[in-house]
């Protein structure tokens, strides 16, 4: 699917020709992670390269907001605001750093986020965001308002460490996902998929976009019609080479790469 929708955009110039023929061969070669691996790839990242957790973090947010803004522009988005839906976990986190430098390249957005951590570092990132004047809520609001309100959804409830069922309280803001209209952009995975064998079942919800952290994860094969960006650029070579990654290179000093 990535190959065929690259093909349509760009085999139309001669001369980006090369070009392509460069992505195709690294997206052939890119690996997508199983969950077991990418709970290693993390843990390696902690224990044997020293990266701290809110440092990733910052990290994948940044490069999920300047994906975010490369895909939708904050002028033609209606009101310019966002909606990013947070949950207890490291994908949440990874929603409030979006929310916040979302803000900071003028978007609006709004947090919902239900289920808070006491960890200090989110409630670091909580504080971050309401000193920007970033609201954040408990309450999660009705498919009318978030239909008359926002321009985008970003869905950063339940990262690849999920098992399914969804629980409780998190049922009315998965059902928004599944009946909005409004565009949804996935952190990492799509709430509620398999990290693995993508949707459940024939009501889960197909993001209109994705952005895969560090590498992506296997249910991404299971994408429909959605555009997809991988983000995070911060993989050592080394290990890059041992779980044969085999990345896409990011142009410049682009913190993203566009997959299709």
């Known amino acids: 699917m990535i190959i065929s929708n690259l093909l349509k955009r760009l085999s139309s110039s001669s001369t980006i020709s090369h070009k392509f023929s460069t992505i195709k061969r690294s997206l052939t070669a890119m690996k997508y992670l199983n969950q077991q691996e990418a709970?290693?790839?993390d843990e390696e990242l902690f224990n044997d390269y020293k990266f701290s957790v809110d440092q990733l973090m910052e990290l994948a947010g940044l490069s999920?907001?300047?994906?975010?803004?490369?895909?939708?522009d904050n002028q033609t988005l209606k009101n310019r605001k966002v909606l990013v839906c947070c949950g207890p976990g490291n994908n949440g986190?990874?929603?409030?750093?979006?929310?916040?430098?979302l803000a900071l390249m003028d978007y609006k957005p709004r947090v919902y986020y239900p289920k808070r951590s006491d960890k200090q570092l989110f409630v670091n990132l909580q504080h971050q965001c309401e000193s920007m004047g970033i609201t954040v809520d408990k309450e999660c609001p009705s498919l009318e308002l978030v239909e008359q309100e926002y321009g985008?959804?970003?869905d950063a409830l339940f990262g690849f460490s999920f098992r399914p069922p969804v629980r409780e309280s998190f049922t009315s803001v998965m059902d928004i996902l599944k009946k909005t209209t409004v565009p949804i952009v996935s952190v990492d995975i799509p709430s509620g998929w398999h990290v693995e064998d993508g949707p459940l079942d024939a009501s889960s919800?197909?993001?209109d976009c994705l952005i895969s952290l560090?590498?992506?994860k296997l249910c991404a094969q299971h994408l429909k019609n959605s555009k997809h960006y991988l983000g995070g650029r911060f993989v050592p070579p080394k290990l890059q080479q041992k779980y044969s990654m085999g990345l896409p290179n990011y142009?410049?000093?682009?913190?993203?790469?566009r997959l299709c």
Do not use: K, M, Q, W
């Not at 986190?93 to 430098?101: K, N, P, Q, S």
């Not at 142009?251 to 790469?257: D, I, K, P, W, Y």
């Open 64 to 72: 999920c907001a300047h994906a975010i803004a490369d895909c939708y």
């Open 251 to 257: 142009e410049g000093n682009n913190l993203f790469v």
């Open 93 to 101: 986190g990874d929603g409030l750093v979006a929310a916040r430098h």
């Open 39 to 41: 709970i290693s790839v």
């Open 214 to 216: 560090t590498a992506p």
């Open 205 to 207: 919800f197909s993001p």
């Open 152 to 154: 985008l959804i970003i």
